[in-house]
Each structure stands twice: as C-alpha cells, then as structure tokens.
T-cell receptor, first 116, second 115 residues
Framework: NAGVMQNPRHLVRRRGQEARLRCSPV?????VYWYRQLPEEGLKFMVY????????ESGMPKERFSAEFPKEGPSILRIQQVVRGDSAAYFC??????????????FGDGTRLSIL | AQKITQTQPGMFVQEKEAVTLDCTYD???????LFWYKQPSSGEMIFLIY??????QNATEGRYSLNFQKARKSANLVISASQLGDSAMYFC????????????FGKGTHLIIQP
C-alpha cells in the first residue's frame, strides 16, 4: 500500500519561472489537499480538490497559483512566475471517499521549493 | 474562523520522562476533530492521534495520549517514557464542519529529548 507520493522532493527555480508540483494520493482516496509550510511555521491550508473539481480554494493566493486533480493522473499544484516568497515546503494530503471529521489526512513527504 | 494555539515554541526533556505538549483551540462549531502530527527533521508529517469533540474518553495510541478538556478547549498531547527518537516538531491541528475542510494547524512545538 503506497502512501501519498509527491514529486519532486526538491525543486529549484529561478524567479519568473514556473513550478509544477505533483501529488499521487493513496490508492482509493479521492480527496486531495494542498498545504504550504513556511520556515518555522505550521502548515497552512491552500486548496481542497476532488476528482475534476475544486471544492475549496480559500487558502490559495488569487494570482499565479492554480491546482487541478484530473480524472486520470496526479494532482498538480502550479505556481507561475515564481518569486522568492514562494520558497516553502508544499505538502499534499489525501483522505478516503467516506469523509468524516475523524479521518486523518495522510501526508506525502512534501516538495521543498527554493527560488533563486 | 478556527484557530489553534501552541504556546510552547520549544521544550527540552530528559529521556524517559513524560512530556505534555499544550494545545488550545477556538471554534464555533459543535462537531470537530483534533489531531496531532509529528514532523521529524527529515520533514515528513506523521499522524499520531485523533480526538473527536463528542468522544467521551481521552484518545490513546501506544505511548501517546490526548488530555482533552472540552470546556477549556484544550487538547494536550502526552508522551509517556520519552525516547530520543521523539525529538521532532509536533503540530496540533483541527478539522470541523463535517470533516470536508482542510486542517487548521498550530505553529508547532519543537521537542528535544536529551539523553
């Protein structure tokens, strides 16, 4: 049973480039969540997706950031025209279809994004 | 709006002692869940324990237990017989509104176990 798989583990981009972060949820999980962790901080919720639907993007910056979870393939968090302030660890989590508040979210190992 | 407060930025504890990590929360929801996660220096997030707002008993998982005081809105994590491998960041988190939302995290406590 594979857990949540995120890649790449580390990503370096120059200012102005695009960053694409991928997340494959636990097999059978249809809920995907993206979080951002700045240095010395807790995780901050960004977006919640189900297959082909964005359910809640209230934590997502309005510009340059987008997320998708297509019918086939991994969930993608895309950051366009990256800036130094985008440097952070980005975590993906998944949970199963039957959604109760007691279901823990299973986290991937994160992608560490560094902007030069 | 939900909020999680962890007032201890860092703690040093002697090996084999018990340790309590504080967590208080704020929510207007009646139904919610509280979670603790461990983040070692390698960076992954490891789920430790869960407590539901309607659970009458405090949750326990091995050496981890949750001291849940609903009236005080606190959900402290207790680690018994601490080990060197317990050194990590510990995050308290909350989820409410039927469980479909993302988690709200505290800022974490950096626990260091000393030999």
């Amino acid at each position: 049973n594979a857990g949540v798989m995120q890649n790449p583990r580390h990503l370096v981009r120059r200012r102005g480039q695009e960053a694409r972060l991928r997340c494959s949820p636990v097999k059978g999980h249809s809920h995907v969540y993206w979080y951002r962790q700045l240095p010395e901080e807790g995780l901050k919720f960004m977006v919640y997706l189900q297959k082909e639907n964005i359910i809640d993007e209230s934590g997502m910056p309005k510009e340059r950031f987008s997320a998708e979870f297509p019918k086939e393939g991994p969930s993608i968090l895309r950051i366009q025209q990256v800036v130094r302030g985008d440097s952070a660890a980005y975590f993906c989590a998944s949970s199963p279809l039957a959604q109760n508040s007691n279901q823990p979210q299973h986290f991937g190992d994160g992608t560490r994004l560094s902007i030069l | 709006a939900q909020k999680i407060t962890q007032t201890q930025p860092g703690m040093f504890v002697q090996e084999k002692e018990a340790v309590t990590l504080d967590c208080t929360y704020d929510t207007s929801d009646q139904s919610y869940g509280l979670f603790w996660y461990k983040q070692p220096s390698s960076g992954e997030m490891i789920f430790l324990i869960y407590q539901g707002s309607y659970d009458e008993q405090n949750a326990t998982e091995g050496r981890y237990s949750l001291n849940f005081q609903k009236a005080r809105k606190s959900a402290n994590l207790v680690i018994s017989a601490s080990q060197l491998g317990d050194s990590a960041m510990y995050f308290c988190a909350m989820r409410s509104r039927g469980g479909a939302d993302g988690l709200t995290f505290g800022k974490g406590t950096h626990l260091i176990i000393q030999p």
